[in-house]
């Protein structure tokens, strides 16, 4: 900032000087008399002690964030740059679409449980799940970042660790705008040691920004998105984004004939019958069996040449797709002393996870939403006050699979199947049906008083959290074991596990729960 002091009698004279987000600086001028016609420009430089704070504190511009090179374009990707910081780690995802970051950054001596993440004033952080943050907004949205360590102040009294402040861009007097497209698949992914083949996949992620003047000097605009389009083919075979290809086992057709002459009626010759490995590209038999599959072999021989176990390759191409976008409104009043903005972002994340059977893919959807109106009245030059109201909602559905049941039935009642000998399961690509919803609704006030040197700050924070969330879905679905194929082909159960019971009543007992 450059500040500008022209008094009569006196010479003009500038300073330059530092102001990061969320700090407060005093600024000593001395005025010269005039004798004629001059100015004076002071350049003052930034100490790299100020002993003003007792934070440790990193100071990320808009240009930096540009050009950083952020894993997926996901911003809490820069917490790594935290004075002091030790570990990192997003437990989560790495992108901007999910609405839980776990960051596992530690700072002042404790873990990351006791990070705290502020938007625009308004602090995201979790109310269910200590240090989680549930938005994550583009950095094409982002104006600064500052993150602190070792900060005494009160205003950030919930947190013991790191401090991630965040402050959005806003529109200006001039049009401007940025844009970017990423895009990566398993070519261009290095190889390792132990890794030179991975699992066909590609992700595009397109970024794009514009802000500019409605009004000049008094109202503004500014908006921003990303879309990512993502797919990964055979990931129900439990590769990751860049996870090596990977194999997957299945009953041979012989064997479904075999079923379905020998137990033509049963739960399993069903599913293996209906719910077929379409999408798996054959390789190789790696079991075989005597033609009554009692006994088993890996290489075949006289009485033990009857195809039993297929390997393939999984050629489904689960997609992970997501959308985020914000718009932001700004109007100043009384020649910039008052301020008046209302920020929107809106996050909606969808995924599936794919297997070999169609019938069990997966779907699930995220969605977050978060707004912001802030208020900022100049009474003097020394005093003025901020007023912000705020409120975010990270939701989430985890569907269980497409299937009505077995031989119809309920959704919720398809349980999860699985054979022990061959590592064979049914149905159990995801934790579901299950939903969740969160919101969290943020005011406060801040009154700030400089005095030379010194800042008094008074305010309030009043917030409201509640949660609910239907977790019996996944309860309600059994477990069911068998000692192998043959078994399954029987409906001869090995195990049951899973089903959560009310010990009173030995009825199921449904996982339904709110807290606020």
Known sequence: YTVTVDAKGFRKTEVSTVLTAASTAGLDITL????????????????????????????????????????????????????????????????????????????????????????????????????????????????????????????????????MEMASKSGTNAFHGSGSYLFTNQSLTAKTEFIHEYSPFKRHDIAGAIGGPIFKNRTFFFGSFELKRSSQQGLSSGNGDTGSVGLVNYNDPAFTSWAQTTYPNTHGTYILSHYLPTHVAFRSVVEWADPTYSTFCFTPSSGCNTPFIDSGVPTATPYDNGLQYNFRVDQNFRQGADKIFLNFYRTRHEFTADDIRPAFDAPAWNLNWYTNLTYSHVFTPNFMNIARMGAFAPSGLQSSNNLAGIQGGQLSKMPFLGTNAEGISFGNNAWGPAVFVNHTYDFNDLVTYIHGRHAIKVGIDVFHGDESADFSGPRERPSYRFANLPAFAADQVFSESGVTFNPLTGQFAPSKFGDQ
Request: proline share 4%; aromatic share 8%; glycine share 8%.
């Open 32 to 163: 010269q008399i005039a004798t004629s016609n001059s100015s004076v420009t002071v350049s003052e430089i930034s100490a790299a002690l100020n002993p003003d704070e007792t934070r440790l504190q990193a100071t990320i511009s808009d240009e930096t964030i540009q050009t950083l090179p952020l894993q997926n374009n996901g911003v809490y990707s820069m917490i790594a740059a935290t004075p002091g910081l030790t570990g990192f780690n997003d437990s989560r995802f790495s992108d901007n679409f999910t609405n839980e970051h776990w960051v596992q950054g530690n700072a002042n001596g404790t873990y990351f449980g006791g990070n705290s993440y502020v938007l625009d004033g308004i602090a995201v952080t979790s109310t269910v799940v200590n240090g989680e943050v549930n938005i994550s907004p583009n950095p094409d949205s982002l104006q600064e970042v500052t993150l602190q360590t070792n900060t005494f102040s009160a205003q950030y009294g919930n947190s013991s660790s790191v401090v």
